[in-house]
């Protein structure tokens, strides 16, 4: 069965940087995009960042600059490197992947349990 296990998360000062990472497992990792959500406590989830399985990447415009998304597909792991965190980056982050086949199909999503982020001083 699909399987998304996220790690990496803490408490960090405002200016820190944290790695998160999510190991996948019972699908064809290098063959599908994936995707990093967050939500915050009373805030809907919110995409933060995509790499898709050629490797292109796109983040929402809050994170760019300070947000990194990687995949080592030998691993069957995506990363996030999160750099100059700010008090408003708290949040659980989620890995996700969309295994739908065409775009026409339904969205067919898969979660990790989350990973709590937390930036205060």
């Known amino acids: 069965q699909v399987q998304l296990v996220e790690s990496g998360g803490g408490l960090v000062q405002p200016g820190g940087s944290l790695r998160l990472s999510c190991a996948a497992s019972?699908?064809?990792?290098?063959?599908?995009?994936m995707n990093w959500y967050r939500q915050a406590p009373g805030k809907e989830r919110e995409l933060v960042a995509t790499?898709?399985?050629?490797?292109?990447?796109n983040y929402v415009d809050s994170v760019k600059g300070r947000f990194t998304i990687s995949r080592d597909n030998a691993k069957n792991t995506v990363y996030l490197q999160m750099n100059s965190l700010k008090p408003e980056d708290k949040a659980v982050y989620y890995c996700?992947?969309?295994?739908?086949?065409?775009?026409?199909?339904?969205?067919?999503?898969?979660w990790g349990q989350g990973t709590q982020v937390t930036v205060s001083s």
């Open positions: 996700n992947v969309d295994l739908r086949s065409w775009v026409g199909e339904p969205p067919r999503d898969y």
């Open positions: 019972g699908f064809t990792f290098v063959s599908y995009a």
């Open positions: 790499i898709t399985s050629g490797g292109y990447t």
